[in-house]
């Protein structure tokens, strides 16, 4: 045997004999895991003899899988209408016509908006029905108004308005100002809607931009409306708010006089919305509109950024709304000019002015209707007239496009209800701060009783 030989026999033996070992390891392995597998095909068995449910158990089993009625919650997508609400909830065309009709008369389809939620009520397909059987839709509208429609016993859909009852919870938030007044309050539980309110309802006394100072102090009551079943609730009405500005305190009440609408008045009964005058000048007219037109001096066709007023030299130009002096002096073509800010928005200004009223200047405060100038006809100008402008953010704008009106102040009996309702809101307020002083809804009783000493 040569040497190579001898070394090809021993490795050929050494093949063969790794080979056996792994057939036996294989065998090993195949036999535990037969042996595995039959075991857990006995206790599978086993398991399934054990829990063969008997009769009352499987009918039980069945119902949870198919219950009789299913809720569903809809949503309403931009673009959707009733049809296609319906439609994505597999509901039949037919059973959505006729829905429809039924609501129609009492909710229009149309007004359907994407802030209602729509919840159903339906059994599901089953050998009886291929399709979805609506029973009840509920449409809710607003937190106390919900349209419901349901099958009567003939099946035939009828609908009907719910109204549930709301409960008015009274709140309140008060504090210094350390950041702003949104983000004091907010952390004091106001709503933003509240808050917005508010600002507007100072917006014609104060200059949000302008006037505050850390550590001054607000305070508001309002109320929030709760649906009484549900606990879901919203943002009601500011009901009186105070801002201390500087050392000065101002307040407002939310009040609806008879025959119009809410709206909120000072401590004295008088409108805090003020408009602007709508003539600045008394007995005036008009000779010149807003627009564009044939220039009187230059001739071409130019836009006219205000109204002018012809009047007789020397006649008083008022300022047109309360506010503060901007500007004061000569002013270009403008000739003698007046600008007065009275608000974040607005401005109005006064030009062609033969002179000013004594002591204004830049920073000096104007109430409406004080006189600021007289008419001229400085500048360029043909005539003695004043030249007024509004402007919205520091551009001319129409007049006519906003509302004018002087501010009204309650009289006679309705100042005397505003008073009562005043001290009504005060009382609230107290009890808010200071739950054990006397309920407000007790003194409501007692003041009705002052005001009509016979109804008991
Ligand atoms: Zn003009």
Known sequence: MSPLQSIMQRSTLRLLGGAFLIIIACTIALWDYTTQQIEQWQLTTQQDEDCKPCEGEESQASAVETPEFIDETLDVKRGDNFTSVLYRAEISKDQTLSLIKALKTIFSPRDLRTDHKLFITYRPPSEKSATKDLTRLVIKLSLEKDVVVEQDEAGLYQARLETKELIHEYRHAEGKIESSLYVDAIKQ??????????????????????????????????????????????????????????????????????????????????????????????????????????????????????????????????????????????????????????????????????????????????????????????????????????????????????????????????????????????????????PLTEAPEILAKKILRLANPLKR
Request: charged share 25%; net charge positive; proline share 4%.
């Open 189 to 434: 539980g106001a709503h933003p809607k509240i808050i917005h309110n508010m600002i507007q309802a100072f917006s014609y006394d104060v200059d949000f931009q302008r006037s505050f100072q850390a550590g001054d102090d607000y305070c508001l009551l309002f109320d929030f409306h709760k649906n009484a079943e549900s606990l879901e609730e919203e943002p009601g009405d500011l009901i009186y708010a105070c801002l201390t500005l500087q050392g000065k305190k101002i307040h407002i009440y939310r009040h609806t006089p008879k025959g119009s609408v809410a709206q909120y008045f000072n401590e004295k009964g008088e409108a805090v919305k003020k408009g602007l005058l709508r003539t600045p000048v008394d007995g005036a007219r008009i000779s010149g509109v807003f627009g564009k037109r044939r220039h009187p001096v230059l001739g071409f066709t130019k836009m006219h950024k205000g109204i002018d007023f012809a009047a007789p030299r020397g006649t008083p130009v008022m300022a047109a709304g309360s506010g503060k002096i901007v500007r004061i002096g000569r002013f270009s073509t403008y000739g003698n000019y007046i600008r007065v800010r009275h608000n974040s928005k607005y401005s109005t200004a006064y030009a062609h002015l033969c002179r000013y009223a004594k002591g204004l200047k830049v920073g000096s405060s104007v109430r409406q209707g004080q006189v600021i100038g007289y008419v001229g006809c400085t500048g360029r100008a043909t005539g003695n007239h004043l030249h007024y402008e509004l402007l919205a953010n520091g551009k001319q704008i129409n007049p006519k496009h906003i509302k004018m009106m002087p501010a009204a102040k309650l009289k006679g009996a309705e100042l005397q209800r505003f008073m009562a309702n005043k001290e009504l809101v005060e009382k609230r307020l107290q009890n808010l701060r200071d």
